[in-house]
């Protein structure tokens, strides 16, 4: 089923206030409609004209044969004539008459009045009933098709035979209509019965999606193409338009890792990973590779993804996939001017509930009698927590709540499109600020955008896309990522609850190892980081048609497509020296400075500029001969991309505004630094479409990528791709077979892509400058030049090889649509970095690079979809997609003492690694019989691991297993649902994910432990989660879901292992939007000719199998900021330009 199939739901019939509405909305169309220019040849006749009006006009003539010859000859005042007295000519002195509606030219008889003396003085004298029947080209009755009266209010839908009866007069133009068909109107007259044979929408014949390098009919497709239009996206209003993709588009798993602002982007995969290094798809937007992160999403016009061999096109670049964004362009025959405003309330989706000071006190007294030590917190301590007391450090803190609020966000567009004589026009302004759940965190941005299409002559069109963005992040001096020691985040949630947090003027800390931290104070006191960045995007083609200049050139356009971009970030970093009053592990008090600044604070400034060229001049050709239908393309493209860096540091400051680094006093050994780097391709492309009466479909496509990362010899990579398609119901034998088959398309393809992802230049000796050495007997820093150890002439491409096998099916005069996908992909000469392979002589331990991996992935995609309605009022459509992608290591480059942890070889390329945990010590026998741990000592309640090679030590090199599925889902399922009903409409978006898994013991699986605040009590005293201290083992509670309660440091349970693995399954309600489309008659007094209302949701409820870290989360070692919860309520409206 189309795309348009699945997004349109048609309400039978229409009230008043939408007949009001459309009326406003085509009488300027009509206006506009009748004054175009029309022109003719030396000899016209009825039927020439009305193709010449089809073709130069957005508009279709609608007339019967018996009314009006086609054959007939016709005079004309002029070869180029205006619409409106063209059809006033052909008309003249044959009793007819028009009218312009939606886009239709409606040729009917005059209806003859009647002599005074017989016209009945009642109207209702010349209402009648007609009725009649509704079928398709087989004969089949059409069930649910909306008759109506053109300009009245009411209406009727066929019944199970497909029957109809409407109360009508001789004046009345009946209006049928049925999603899929193209809508017929019929001049009543006096007719009381009327058969209407309904045929298939030619619009819907030749719909177009974007494909590699142009459009191609949507029956013409014989790849994998996944599309989605601009309504369907902005029914969330999310901030990053990668956002908008999750559960929309079979085929592509997306995984959101954090809620900071600015940087909340999901990572996008199509059909998961199929090399090492992963790599998500490749961004093309209008026709130039960009990001879509900083896009405004009220821009976007549709986005389309390439999966199988309709990638293959885009060669080195189309591997991983293709994500093609079109932008909007200029409406055909209206002027209007657009405003969309959301205020949205945001909060944190998942975090767990932490340790209130009483319940603190307690549990780590407790555990630290189970480790042998003396209760720290005694009864004196207790009391002054309790109380209060205001001349003591102790009192209660909720350390969360100080760091986090409700954040929001607010997004505002305006934009205005519309079309003169020769110019399409859409220009639009946004505006976006986000201020994060967590405090002193925000992001804002701005996007212009001026689109232009413009008929330069008869031939000749010229089209430019002009846009930008100007952004700016601010975030604290310390760090929030994490794998910083010094999130704030990890602070708090490790700072113990019994201080205030301030005291004596000053904030408070409590001494943690060697450090001294507060997360609250941190946010507010470390510093800034500003990040500011600005881009200037723009692509032009100029486009010449040979159509015009004789028949045999029809069909064939030559175009020059330019495009240039500039992107220019300063980022300006002050770490900030601060004091905390603290308290330390011996309940000692002083003051001092916060750990991991310098006294003096320091400043760094960088700035980077990049610049990218792309020029693409193309030939193509596009023809019907008859039933034959061809497409022929053929360019050239070549991309250019320079950048550079600088950056300077400076230290001790007696400002904590420094507005440059000139104002520091001390510098480092190394105070400024900078590169730049140039990069470029070169590619021959070519297509070939051929498909005969729309039923059998070939295609083939080959590109030719120049890479400058390989040896002249290994420069060039070919990359072809061949794919067919068969509209099986189009056959005879298959309509008599399968009647209540509309649709049923069987599609196969092959192709071929490139990876050149290594470093450049291998092939040549290399230099480079190290600084990081000193002089012997001297504290200077020495600079020194490096050359490679090796030189690799003989790399070369990786290649992915991809199948596919796709069916398309529509049911029930298309009710029901169901898509589903077979792959096969298999990526060969992988480039791996494979080491030791020398020995030091000869530069062992350094990288060597070698074509030797291989990759299979597979799996499958099936979409089904359902759109029905009920009564006149309510209609409703489903979608379900379910997704399967599954990869495994073929070939990897293996040295004898590769440690299991590393050794992937037939297993998924994103596995987890660890221990198998078998349980917890609940025995001393256990204890003296349990071969050497990997770390630390062990007690009961420990968990237990698994001697897998049975050596007698439990290491990571040889006892390390598959624990798990990785982070990126295998299975990913979505449900879409939409209804409506009248003026009010619901949007529900669920989707899920299954196969995948993450680990609680933090980021590592190279045998690093990794100990966090999910998985450890009390460390270093520190705070600890409810859910781990309340499940702990303790003497009285020995079936225990997690380890011993304990304060000190223990290396033996922070080690990855199935006791810390998570199951990463889960279903989420992503979006919901429930909206008002506020009538007419009550805008007559705005300015606005729609209005919609509308209240939105996202993330609202999650179920997963760990309710205490968002599954989406990639690690919760240092304090991860949680993917946010979303409220928002929102507007629309469009006003007619004047």
């Known amino acids: 089923m189309t795309p348009f199939l699945k997004r349109s739901i048609?309400?039978?019939?229409?009230?008043?206030?939408?007949?009001?509405?459309?009326?406003?909305?085509?009488?300027?169309?009509?206006?506009?409609?009748?004054?175009?220019?029309?022109?003719?040849?030396?000899?016209?006749?009825?039927?020439?004209?009305?193709?010449?009006?089809?073709?130069?006009?957005?508009?279709?003539?609608?007339?019967?044969?018996?009314?009006?010859?086609?054959?007939?000859?016709?005079?004309?005042?002029?070869?180029?004539?205006?619409?409106?007295?063209?059809?006033?000519?052909?008309?003249?002195?044959?009793?007819?008459?028009?009218?312009?509606?939606?886009?239709?030219?409606?040729?009917?008889?005059?209806?003859?009045?009647?002599?005074?003396?017989?016209?009945?003085?009642?109207?209702?004298?010349?209402?009648?009933?007609?009725t009649g029947q509704v079928v398709d080209g087989r004969g089949e009755s059409v069930i649910g098709a909306a008759v109506r009266v053109v300009g009245a209010q009411g209406g009727t839908i066929t019944n199970v035979n497909g029957k109809f009866s409407i109360q009508v007069t001789p004046k009345s133009i009946l209006e049928i209509s049925y999603i899929g068909y193209a809508t017929q109107h019929v001049h009543v007259g006096q007719m009381s019965t009327i058969n209407v044979v309904m045929s298939e929408d030619q619009h819907l014949l030749d719909e177009v999606v974007v494909v590699g390098y142009g459009t191609q009919r949507k029956i013409d497709l014989t790849g994998s193409v996944s599309s989605i239009g601009s309504k369907e996206l902005m029914k969330a209003p999310l901030q990053n338009v990668s956002n908008l993709l999750?559960?929309?588009?079979?085929?592509?798993?997306?995984?959101?890792?954090?809620?900071?602002?600015?940087?909340?982007?999901?990572?996008?995969?199509?059909?998961?990973?199929?090399?090492?290094?992963?790599?998500?798809?490749?961004?093309?937007?209008?026709?130039?590779?960009?990001?879509?992160?900083?896009?405004?999403?009220?821009d976007i016009e549709s986005i389309s993804i390439l999966k199988d061999a309709a990638a293959s096109i885009y060669g080195v670049q189309g591997a991983n996939g293709v994500i093609l964004i079109t932008t909007k362009s200029g409406n055909r025959n209206t002027s209007e001017i657009n405003y969309t405003g959301s205020y949205t309330f945001t909060h944190n989706t998942a975090m767990p509930e932490f340790l209130d000071a009483k319940d603190y006190m307690y549990w780590n007294n407790k555990a630290r009698q189970m480790d042998g030590l003396t209760p720290l917190w005694t009864a004196d301590i207790q009391n002054k927590v309790c109380s209060n007391d205001p001349n003591s450090i102790y009192g209660e803190t909720d350390w969360l709540k100080k760091i986090f609020h409700t954040g929001s966000t607010q997004q505002h567009n305006i934009s205005a499109s519309g079309t003169t004589r020769r110019i399409r026009y859409y220009t639009s302004l946004g505006y976006m600020d986000q201020q994060g759940t967590l405090r002193n965190t925000a992001f804002t941005r701005f996007n212009v955008r001026t689109n232009l299409d413009i008929q330069v002559a008869k031939n000749l069109r010229f089209i430019s896309n002009i846009s930008g963005f100007k952004s700016q992040r601010d975030w604290p001096g310390t760090s929030i990522d994490n794998q910083s020691e010094f999130n704030p985040i990890k602070q708090a949630t490790e700072t113990i609850p019994i201080i205030k947090s301030e005291y004596q003027g000053l904030p408070t800390a409590y001494q943690r190892g060697s450090y001294y931290v507060n997360g609250y104070a941190a946010l507010y006191n470390s510093g800034y980081k500003k990040e500011k960045r600005w881009t200037f995007d723009s692509n032009y083609k100029l486009e010449y048609d040979?159509?015009?200049?004789?028949?045999?050139?029809?069909?064939?356009?030559?175009?020059?497509?330019?495009?240039?971009?500039?992107?220019?970030?300063?980022?300006?970093?002050?770490?900030?020296?601060?004091?905390?009053?603290?308290?330390?592990?011996?309940?000692?008090?002083?003051?001092?400075?916060?750990?991991?600044?310098?006294?003096?604070?320091?400043?760094?400034?960088?700035?980077?500029?990049?610049?990218?060229?792309?020029?693409?001049?193309?030939?193509?050709?596009?023809?019907?001969?008859?039933?034959?239908?061809?497409?022929?393309?053929?360019?050239?493209?070549?991309?250019?991309?320079?950048?550079?860096?600088?950056?300077?540091?400076?230290?001790?400051?007696?400002?904590?505004?420094?507005?440059?680094?000139?104002?520091?006093?001390e510098f480092p050994e190394l105070p400024v630094a900078g590169e730049h780097s140039r990069s470029g391709q070169a590619s021959w492309v070519g297509r070939l479409n051929y498909s005969f009466a729309n039923k059998y479909l070939f295609e083939f496509t080959f590109r030719e990528d120049g890479s400058y990362v390989f040896a002249p010899e290994n420069r060039w990579g070919f990359f072809p791709s061949v794919s067919a398609g068969w509209v099986v119901s189009q056959e005879k034998f298959f309509q008599k077979l399968l009647p209540v088959v509309d649709y049923f398309k069987i599609r196969a393809s092959y192709g071929s892509?490139?990876?050149?992802?290594?470093?450049?230049?291998?092939?040549?000796?290399?230099?480079?400058?190290?600084?990081?050495?000193?002089?012997?007997?001297?504290?200077?820093?020495?600079?020194?030049?490096?050359?490679?150890?090796?030189?690799?002439?003989?790399?070369?491409?990786?290649?992915?090889?991809?199948?596919?096998?796709?069916?398309?099916?529509?049911?029930?005069?298309?009710?029901?649509?169901?898509?589903?996908?077979?792959?096969?992909?298999?990526?060969?000469?992988?480039?791996?970095?494979?080491?030791?392979?020398?020995?030091?002589?000869?530069?062992?331990?350094?990288?060597?690079?070698?074509?030797?991996?291989?990759?299979?992935?597979?799996?499958?995609?099936?979409?089904?979809?359902?759109?029905?309605?009920?009564?006149?009022?309510?209609?409703?459509?489903?979608?379900?997609?379910?997704?399967?992608?599954?990869?495994?290591?073929?070939?990897?480059?293996?040295?004898?003492?590769?440690?299991?942890?590393?050794?992937?070889?037939?297993?998924?390329?994103?596995?987890?690694?660890?221990?198998?945990?078998?349980?917890?010590?609940?025995?001393?026998?256990?204890?003296?019989?349990?071969?050497?741990?990997?770390?630390?000592?062990?007690?009961?309640?420990?968990?237990?691991?698994?001697?897998?090679?049975?050596?007698?030590?439990?290491?990571?090199?040889?006892?390390?297993?598959?624990?798990?599925?990785?982070?990126?889902?295998?299975?990913?399922?979505?449900?879409?649902?939409?209804?409506?009903?009248?003026?009010?409409?619901?949007?529900?978006?669920?989707?899920?994910?299954?196969?995948?898994?993450?680990?609680?013991?933090?980021?590592?699986?190279?045998?690093?432990?990794?100990?966090?605040?999910?998985?450890?009590?009390?460390?270093?005293?520190?705070?600890?989660?409810?859910?781990?201290?309340?499940?702990?083992?303790?003497?009285?509670?020995?079936?225990?879901?997690?380890?011993?309660?304990?304060?000190?440091?223990?290396?033996?349970?922070?080690?990855?292992?199935?006791?810390?693995?998570?199951?990463?399954?889960?279903?989420?309600?992503?979006?919901?939007?429930?909206?008002?489309?506020v009538p007419v008659k009550f805008l007559k007094s705005t300015p606005f000719s729609r209005l919609s209302i509308y209240l939105a949701g996202s993330n609202l409820l999650t179920f997963s199998h760990f309710k205490y870290v968002d599954p989406e989360s990639p690690s919760v070692s240092n304090g991860y900021y949680p993917q946010q919860r979303t409220y928002s309520i929102r507007e629309f409206g469009i006003r007619k330009a004047l």
Not at 91 to 103: A, C, W
């Open 10 to 130: 048609y309400y039978p019939v229409c009230n008043h206030r939408v007949i009001i509405l459309c009326m406003m909305l085509f009488v300027g169309v009509a206006a506009f409609a009748q004054d175009q220019i029309v022109k003719l040849s030396k000899e016209n006749t009825v039927g020439s004209i009305i193709r010449a009006i089809e073709q130069q006009t957005n508009l279709s003539v609608d007339y019967s044969t018996n009314d009006l010859d086609p054959s007939a000859n016709v005079r004309v005042s002029s070869k180029t004539i205006r619409l409106s007295t063209l059809l006033n000519e052909m008309l003249e002195n044959r009793n007819l008459s028009y009218r312009i509606y939606n886009k239709h030219i409606i040729i009917s008889p005059l209806v003859q009045k009647r002599d005074a003396s017989t016209t009945s003085p009642h109207p209702t004298e010349l209402v009648h009933e007609l």
């Open 246 to 298: 999750t559960g929309k588009l079979s085929g592509l798993t997306s995984i959101q890792t954090t809620g900071k602002p600015g940087v909340d982007g999901t990572a996008l995969y199509v059909r998961g990973i199929n090399s090492f290094g992963g790599g998500g798809p490749i961004v093309i937007i209008d026709g130039v590779p960009g990001t879509m992160d900083y896009m405004n999403p009220n």
């Open 546 to 665: 040979f159509s015009g200049l004789t028949d045999v050139l029809k069909g064939l356009k030559l175009s020059v497509f330019g495009a240039y971009n500039y992107g220019h970030t300063t980022d300006a970093n002050f770490d900030n020296y601060y004091q905390l009053y603290y308290l330390t592990s011996n309940l000692e008090e002083g003051v001092g400075g916060a750990s991991g600044y310098t006294e003096g604070g320091s400043f760094t400034k960088a700035s980077s500029w990049s610049e990218n060229w792309l020029l693409r001049p193309q030939l193509e050709y596009v023809r019907d001969f008859g039933q034959h239908h061809v497409g022929l393309l053929f360019l050239y493209e070549k991309q250019l991309s320079k950048s550079s860096t600088m950056s300077g540091f400076k230290r001790k400051f007696h400002s904590t505004e420094p507005v440059d680094i000139s104002l520091g006093t």
């Open 753 to 1077: 892509s490139g990876k050149d992802n290594v470093s450049p230049f291998l092939y040549n000796s290399n230099f480079g400058v190290a600084n990081n050495s000193m002089v012997l007997g001297s504290s200077a820093i020495a600079q020194f030049y490096t050359t490679n150890p090796y030189v690799y002439r003989n790399l070369t491409w990786s290649t992915t090889h991809s199948f596919n096998l796709g069916f398309d099916v529509d049911l029930w005069n298309q009710k029901l649509g169901i898509e589903l996908d077979l792959f096969y992909q298999l990526t060969s000469n992988i480039l791996e970095s494979r080491s030791g392979n020398y020995p030091p002589s000869l530069g062992g331990y350094y990288p060597s690079y070698q074509n030797s991996g291989k990759v299979d992935n597979r799996g499958f995609e099936l979409t089904i979809t359902h759109h029905n309605r009920l009564g006149k009022d309510f209609s409703y459509m489903v979608k379900g997609m379910f997704s399967f992608a599954r990869n495994k290591v073929l070939r990897e480059a293996l040295t004898d003492n590769y440690p299991n942890y590393r050794a992937i070889l037939g297993h998924s390329l994103n596995a987890q690694y660890g221990f198998k945990a078998l349980g917890l010590f609940q025995t001393q026998e256990q204890i003296d019989n349990y071969p050497a741990a990997p770390s630390g000592m062990i007690r009961l309640g420990d968990i237990m691991y698994a001697d897998i090679n049975g050596d007698g030590v439990i290491n990571s090199r040889y006892d390390y297993v598959k624990i798990g599925y990785g982070t990126l889902p295998e299975i990913n399922y979505s449900f879409n649902v939409d209804v409506n009903y009248k003026d009010f409409y619901l949007t529900m978006l669920w989707q899920g994910v299954d196969h995948c898994d993450y680990e609680l013991s933090g980021v590592y699986d190279t045998g690093v432990t990794a100990t966090t605040v999910y998985t450890s009590t009390f460390e270093d005293n520190r705070n600890s989660p409810c859910y781990l201290v309340e499940g702990a083992w303790t003497p009285e509670n020995t079936n225990a879901k997690y380890p011993r309660l304990s304060t000190v440091p223990n290396g033996n349970n922070a080690w990855r292992s199935t006791w810390w693995t998570v199951n990463g399954q889960y279903l989420r309600l992503k979006a919901l939007n429930i909206g008002y489309n």
